[in-house]
């Protein structure tokens, strides 16, 4: 088995230990002489993590291992989200009776269902925005307006048109109360990507959080959400462990039952095949928790082929950004299911378009 140089960064390790429930070394690395609360407090928060851990902590029974000031600052994180998430669920509720009112159907992304629903927890996952995907892309216009109408204020740029942004990019972003809004039409453009958004459509799923119900994603595109994001995230330099223990928690759930054949197969259907490969590899040495899913790990071999890194102190080199943005920048777009050339082509392309998106 390898080897983890992991010495240098006990927050990032005592993280990961309570997320994982490793009892014996999350005392070794809480009462060890070196270790500094207010560091440990401030890389959690840093990471968008505190709720989770205290949540993780308690699921595992690890509160009594950590310093009574730690727990104490985790627990009013953990209470404070636990307030937040549940105005951002009646806001929920308000925008999914509006859209339902006007004749449209939305997915919501991410947030509260998966806090909900893989961590157990409204409170467990820090969420800061609300995220939600439309199903025709030609209304953007009405969306807009529909959006105005409850409040809400496009922060985006249109950089030429709202053909050419729905062309070149894959949401626009609002600014509203309680919390900004980003309207999706795709989950992630690119054009090796060729994701069957009709089948999206058709497997979607009525979810309930506490008493509010709306739709969300089914497992499969939830999944492919997590790698895009992840993948998004090292290509532009802004890679916090928190995505990583969001694919942790749903994999715990899911990992042992999933036909992992099946489920490559169809990510190769759509041209995104690499990218789940190398970001399930990479999580899985980053987290050191590849023994937890050995069906999982089995699935990767067959296409080991398509890995870009291979030995676990490059990844971790990668998740902490040892190697600069350039290194990232440079994993990512090797990820893209075409050549280098067509990939860097295109990223120039968007990046107009892009950068509008994110004014």
Not at 7 to 31: H, M, T
Not at 216 to 226: I, P, Y
Request: proline share 3%.
């Amino acid at each position: 088995m390898a080897v983890r140089s992991d010495a240098a960064d006990p927050q990032f390790e005592l993280v990961c230990a309570i997320v994982r429930g490793q009892a014996d070394k999350v005392a070794s690395l809480a009462n060890a002489a070196e270790f500094n609360s207010e560091t440990f407090l401030q890389y959690a928060d840093i990471q968008r993590l505190s709720s989770s851990i205290f949540h993780a902590a308690q699921c595992h029974s690890l509160l009594a291992l950590l310093p009574p000031r730690v727990v104490e600052v985790l627990r009013k994180a953990f209470l404070a989200q636990f307030r937040w998430n549940l105005l951002l669920l009646e806001k929920i509720r308000e925008l999914d009776a509006a859209f339902r009112r006007s004749g449209h159907e939305v997915i919501f992304l991410k947030g509260l269902n998966l806090a909900e629903e893989h961590y157990g927890q409204i409170a467990a996952r820090q969420i800061g925005d609300i995220d939600v995907l439309m199903r025709d892309c030609d209304d953007l216009r009405g969306f807009e307006e529909l959006l105005a109408g409850l409040g809400y204020h496009r922060r985006s740029r249109i950089l030429g048109s709202r053909a050419l942004m729905v062309r070149y990019a894959h949401h626009l972003e609002f600014d509203g109360t309680p919390a900004p809004l980003d309207l999706h039409w795709v989950l992630r453009r690119h054009p090796s990507f060729a994701l069957d958004y009709a089948d999206l459509w058709r497997r979607k799923r009525m979810v309930r959080v506490r008493n509010v119900e709306f739709l969300a994603l089914d497992l499969d595109h939830e999944l492919v959400l997590q790698f895009l994001s992840i993948h998004t995230d090292v290509e532009v330099g802004i890679l916090r462990l928190k995505s990583f223990v969001d694919l942790y928690t749903i994999l715990t759930g899911v990992a042992r039952t999933l036909d992992w054949e099946s489920f490559f197969a169809r990510r190769s259907d759509e041209g995104l095949l690499p990218i789940a490969v190398n970001v399930l590899d990479l999580a899985l040495d980053v987290l050191g928790c590849r023994e937890e899913f050995p069906a999982l790990a089995e699935s990767i071999e067959p296409h080991r082929g398509k890995l870009l890194l291979t030995d676990i102190d490059s990844k971790l080199d990668l998740f902490r950004g040892k190697g600069g943005a350039t290194q990232r920048k440079a994993w990512a777009l090797r990820l893209y299911d075409t050549s280098p050339m067509r990939a860097f082509f295109w990223w120039g392309l968007s990046l107009p378009f892009r950068l509008a998106e994110h004014p």
